[in-house]
Antibody
Framework: QVQLVQSGAEVKKPGSSVTVSCQVSGGTFTNFVINWVRHVPGHGLQSMGGIVPLLNTANYAQNFQDRISITADRSTSTVYMDLNSLRSEDTAIYYC?????????????????WGRGTLVTVSA | DIQMTQSPSTLSASVGDRVTISCRAS??????LAWYQQKPGKAPKLLIYKASTLESGVPSRFSGGGSGTEFTLTISSLQPDDFATYYC?????????FGQGTILEIK
């Protein structure tokens, strides 16, 4: 069945960048819309943005627009999320998720399949 | 961005109880509303989409309702596995947003 396989935990210094990957297995990559959602400890879920690999078009949440990049590699069925200028408040679990919905073309989707999450810790 | 406000923040209940969680949007979003369940250390699980459509495999004791800006998630008879955190999400706009979550705990 379709799975979203995420990369492993990361520890980063403030001011640096992190790349988290999400590989789609068991499905047709270009049929998917992939979004990134993070869960900050003690806080709720926060959408960061998404990508349509077929079109290679990405959209970003306003809160992250100036320091996030989401890309897709169709040859490896992998989506990458790059977040730069990291600060301690970015310590969170980062999830990739498959978007669904009749009007789902980017961020306007609900999420029916999730990766297991990647813990990113930002600490001096 | 559309703001999503859930109530209550914490709900204490017993096995067998009927419980309802509310979610209010800052503007009209109907019917583009989903509900998720999350347990510690796990990814969120989709329960309901399009306000009232039950995701495949989700028990029928879960139901969603509402329209416009006011929505509800109801669990008709709480089971031990249901104690978790619940989130609503609007996907009316490209900038989808989640509520702050409702912790459902054992009384």
């Amino acid at each position: 069945q379709v799975q979203l396989v995420q990369s492993g935990a990361e520890v980063k210094k403030p001011g640096s960048s992190v790349t988290v990957s999400c590989q789609v297995s068991g499905g047709t990559f270009t049929n998917f819309v992939i979004n990134w959602v993070r869960h900050v400890p003690g806080h709720g879920l926060q959408s960061m943005g998404g990508i349509v690999p077929l079109l290679n078009t990405a959209n970003y949440a306003q809160n992250f627009q100036d320091r996030i990049s989401i890309t897709a590699d169709r040859s490896t069925s992998t989506v990458y999320m790059d977040l730069n200028s990291l600060r301690s408040e970015d310590t969170a679990i980062y999830y990739c998720a498959r978007g669904q919905g009749s009007a789902c073309t980017g961020g306007n989707c609900y999420f029916d399949l999730w990766g297991r999450g990647t813990l990113v810790t930002v600490s001096a | 961005d559309i703001q999503m406000t859930q109530s209550p923040s914490t709900l204490s209940a017993s096995v067998g109880d009927r419980v309802t969680i509310s979610c209010r949007a800052s503007q009209h979003i109907s019917p583009w509303l989903a509900w998720y369940q999350q347990k510690p250390g796990k990814a969120p699980k989709l329960l309901i989409y399009k306000a009232s459509t039950l995701e495949s495999g989700v028990p029928s004791r879960f139901s969603g309702g509402g329209s416009g800006t006011e929505f509800t998630l109801t669990i008709s008879s709480l089971q031990p596995d249901d104690f978790a955190t619940y989130y609503c999400q609007q996907y009316y706009t490209y900038s989808n947003t989640f509520g702050q979550g409702t912790i459902l705990e054992i009384k």
